[in-house]
């Protein structure tokens, strides 16, 4: 599935989850559309800028990446993409739990370059723009990477993790590890309470959720707690809730045939003519046009 209409196409080879432990994605963003909504898991991401640019936030920080460019995501990460310039973007994104790079046994390649990642004492660089050698280096992997995982041939399992190795090489070769930077205490008692919040929302999107349900888990109060959201997400509370509805009743339409108000129910709507209202302003057609498109092939 590329290049479909709507404000995020994904598309999955595997999971993180399937014996070969990495997933693949490939974003597709209209302009002023949000990119990547907020959130977080345990496995590392790269996230590799392929048409326009895009404003990335990994934890406190914001890093406006150029087409070309790439982020890396240490795996319990708080991120987000947000749009930057008129032209929407086009990102490749591949998500992989880290011990994919572990060995049977304990050797000099787990012991010197990977268990430091995986126990957390030092991480990738997060930005990768192609001002220096080894970054063009990382750069031309990733492209390899996202050229494997999209043909798919025999074997691509086995190019994947050359492709990563690589990767490890040119970081190690120029001693370009990054360290494990801890957060101040304000920012992270915020992400850390972020994370709650957005975990809680995964979990019951279904039904009414209220914004001091929310507040009371950080003990704010409900305006505060609404200037807390907004200054980490670039949204409301409802803003994001319902963004997060939208895409769950979008995974709905492309796998089912069930009614549109029966859909809207689940994800959480009340009232099917809202759900229509909110799914046309997040993903710029009607839940009955998407679910065609989709049938046709039109993405």
Not at 38 to 50: K, M
Not at 52 to 74: C, D, K, N, W, Y
Not at 161 to 175: M, V
Request: proline share 5%; charged share 30%; aromatic share 10%.
């Amino acid at each position: 599935m590329r290049g479909e209409n709507t404000v995020a196409t994904v598309e999955k080879p595997g999971s993180v989850e399937s014996p070969f432990p990495l997933a693949a994605a490939w974003v597709h963003a209209e302009p002023e559309a949000q990119v990547i909504d907020c959130h977080w898991h345990g496995e590392a991401e790269f996230l590799l800028v392929l048409e326009g640019q895009t404003l990335f936030q990994i934890g406190p920080e914001l890093f406006p990446v150029r087409e070309g460019e790439a982020v890396f995501v240490h795996g319990g990460d708080i991120h987000a993409g947000y749009p930057l310039g008129t032209n929407g973007c086009r990102i490749f994104s591949v998500v992989f739990d880290m011990n994919l790079l572990g060995s049977a046994s304990p050797d000099r390649l787990q012991e010197e370059y990977v268990l430091p990642l995986l126990e957390g004492r030092r991480t990738l660089p997060a930005r990768y723009t192609g001002d220096e050698a080894w970054s063009r280096n990382v750069l031309a992997e990733l492209h390899g990477l996202c050229r494997e995982l999209e043909e798919k041939r025999k074997g691509y399992e086995l190019a994947v993790k050359a492709h990563l190795f690589r990767i490890l090489a040119e970081i190690a070769a120029e001693n370009r590890w990054a360290s494990r930077k801890p957060e101040s205490d304000e920012d992270d008692f915020d992400l850390q309470l972020l994370k709650r919040v957005l975990s809680h929302i995964e979990q019951n999107y279904s039904r009414r959720i209220y914004i001091r349900e929310l507040a009371k888990m950080g003990h704010m109060a409900d305006a505060q707690f609404c200037r807390f959201f907004k200054r980490w997400v670039r949204r409301t509370p409802t803003e994001y809730i319902n963004s997060y509805r939208v895409k769950k009743a979008a995974e709905l339409l492309r796998q089912s045939d069930r009614k549109l108000s029966d859909i809207a129910r689940e994800v959480g709507f009340d009232h099917p003519s809202y759900f229509i209202r909110r799914f046309r302003a997040e993903l710029r057609c009607t839940p009955a046009i998407y679910r065609r498109r989709h049938r046709l092939g039109l993405h």
